[in-house]
């Protein structure tokens, strides 16, 4: 409007089944006035086939069921503090030193479609660590901590069971420091997340809720103890 950005969206086609869709920000004020409907319409158009995706804040839950979107399950983001602790499992591997296909393998296994391109960028953020844990050379969990405007993220954070994700998750608390504020997002169905979180005395800080177009993706939750994004799924 008069070269000032007054709203976003954006769509992510990972193929033709399934796609997801976040960044949708309207300026306060310039809401109601059918500006945001406009790039809405706009950006669905993208994704014709797709099951699409989307973290909404709940507030608009009714909102987003009116253009077909179904509620699936919340997602709960908490914030922790960093911690000071050098001892390190012998069966932690850093993710460059591994093939790639072994990650994408594992990758595959939770999220919906496979996203060799998106993975491979995400990995190599700067400022992150970005570690994995073998058994009997079988990749059983892995997961990536970067640094963020305020603190640090941790996305993803899958592993098999919750010993290895809380082995792979007390290694991200150290990488960040004493102190430092480190949040996670984490299904609220993963029953086992929810309790490695209250283990660590994370707060609750926010929730999104997850909806999708069609039927929800077979996603194996108890294995995903942090969500990659909020944004791209």
Same mark, same amino acid.
């Given at each position: 409007?008069?070269?000032?950005?007054?709203?976003?969206?954006?769509?992510?086609?990972?193929?033709?089944?399934?796609?997801?869709?976040?960044?949708?920000?309207?300026k306060?004020?310039?809401?109601?006035?059918?500006?945001?409907?406009?790039?809405?319409n706009?950006?669905?158009?993208?994704?014709?086939?797709?099951?699409?995706?989307?973290d909404?804040?709940?507030?608009?839950?009714?909102?987003?069921?009116?253009?077909?979107?179904?509620?699936?399950?919340?997602?709960?983001?908490?914030?922790?503090?960093?911690?000071?602790?050098?001892?390190?499992?012998?069966?932690?591997?850093?993710?460059?030193?591994?093939?790639?296909?072994?990650?994408?393998?594992?990758?595959n296994?939770?999220?919906?479609?496979?996203?060799?391109?998106?993975?491979?960028?995400w990995i190599?953020?700067p400022?992150?660590? @970005? +570690?994995? !844990?073998? &058994?009997?050379? #079988?990749?059983?969990?892995?997961?990536?901590?970067?640094?963020c405007? *305020?603190?640090?993220?941790?996305?993803?954070?899958?592993?098999?069971?919750?010993?290895?994700a809380?082995?792979?998750?007390?290694?991200?608390?150290?990488?960040?420091?004493?102190?430092?504020?480190?949040?996670?997002?984490?299904?609220?169905?993963?029953?086992? @997340? +929810?309790? !490695?979180? &209250?283990?660590? #005395?994370?707060?609750?800080?926010?929730?999104t809720?997850?909806?999708? *177009?069609?039927?929800?993706?077979?996603?194996?939750?108890?294995?995903?103890?942090?969500?990659?994004?909020?944004e791209?799924?």
């Amino acid at each position: 409007m008069d070269s000032e950005l007054i709203a976003s969206l954006s769509t992510v086609s990972y193929d033709n089944t399934f796609g997801f869709l976040g960044f949708y920000i309207v300026k306060p004020e310039y809401r109601n006035k059918g500006y945001g409907i406009k790039i809405w319409n706009e950006a669905l158009k993208h994704l014709p086939t797709q099951n699409i995706g989307l973290d909404d804040v709940v507030a608009q839950q009714e909102n987003y069921k009116k253009s077909g979107f179904k509620l699936a399950y919340r997602n709960i983001r908490y914030e922790g503090k960093g911690i000071n602790n050098k001892n390190k499992s012998a069966d932690i591997i850093m993710l460059s030193t591994i093939p790639f296909e072994q990650l994408l393998s594992y990758d595959n296994q939770i999220f919906p479609v496979t996203r060799p391109s998106f993975l491979k960028s995400w990995i190599k953020q700067p400022e992150n660590l @970005a +570690i994995g !844990l073998i &058994n009997n050379k #079988q990749l059983v969990g892995y997961g990536m901590v970067r640094k963020c405007r *305020t603190g640090y993220k941790v996305a993803p954070l899958f592993a098999d069971n919750m010993d290895i994700a809380r082995i792979l998750f007390n290694q991200m608390l150290s990488f960040v420091g004493e102190g430092a504020p480190i949040f996670l997002d984490v299904p609220e169905l993963n029953k086992e @997340a +929810i309790s !490695l979180v &209250n283990e660590y #005395q994370m707060k609750p800080m926010f929730e999104t809720a997850r909806m999708y *177009t069609k039927k929800p993706p077979n996603t194996p939750l108890q294995k995903v103890y942090g969500v990659t994004s909020f944004e791209l799924g």
